[in-house]
């Protein structure tokens, strides 16, 4: 069965569920490379944990709101999240990854204006720089994995914007 036909049998709460529970597992799969088989996260990583966190939460919140225009704005703003984060993905593996430092980078500004860090150092605190951080997955680079997923969850908000535009 393909995506297409499994996403045409799911509600729009459903595919929020989803969506939130994809972003979820994601998070758990980058903490696990982090503490667990001791893979050092850049900015660029960091700065998507942060957008999956991201839509993560308006997924969650899509699934739990019932009104159609607050839905239609979480599913917008996944999109919007997730082709960020594809960028992100896609520059961290075509630049960042070749740089011997990500000092000064927009992810490294982007965190440090936000001051996740302090926040929650477990989950976004940088302890590699950009060139330091690779880390391979089945011999696929993480960003690739990460890549992949934002399109994925482009796709799956897409088609909740389809479907509520429908009015379904």
């Known amino acids: 069965m393909s995506l297409v036909t499994s996403l045409r ?21 980058a903490l696990l490379a982090q503490y667990g088989f001791a893979k050092q996260p850049c900015p660029w990583c960091i700065l998507q944990r942060l957008i999956f966190i991201a839509i993560g939460a308006l997924a969650l919140l899509g699934a739990l709101l019932g009104a159609r ?6 599913a917008a703003l996944v999109l919007a999240f997730a082709l960020l984060g594809a960028a992100a993905a896609q520059w961290q593996n075509a ?21 996740v860090e302090a926040l929650m150092p477990t ?3 940088v302890t590699a720089n950009c060139a330091d951080a690779e880390v391979r997955v089945f011999g696929v ?3 690739h ?12 908000a897409t088609s909740i914007l389809l479907k509520l535009r429908r009015g379904v």
């Open 9 to 29: 049998a799911l509600t729009t709460t459903q595919r929020f569920a989803a969506v939130a529970l994809a972003c979820a597992a994601a998070l758990a799969l």
């Open 69 to 74: 225009l607050a839905r239609i704005v979480c």
């Open 95 to 115: 630049v960042a990854a070749k740089s011997s430092s990500c000092n000064l980078t927009l992810a490294d500004k982007v965190l440090n204006a936000l001051d």
């Open 123 to 125: 989950l976004f605190k």
């Open 141 to 143: 680079a993480f960003e």
């Open 145 to 156: 994995w990460s890549l992949a997923l934002y399109l994925v969850l482009a796709f799956v």
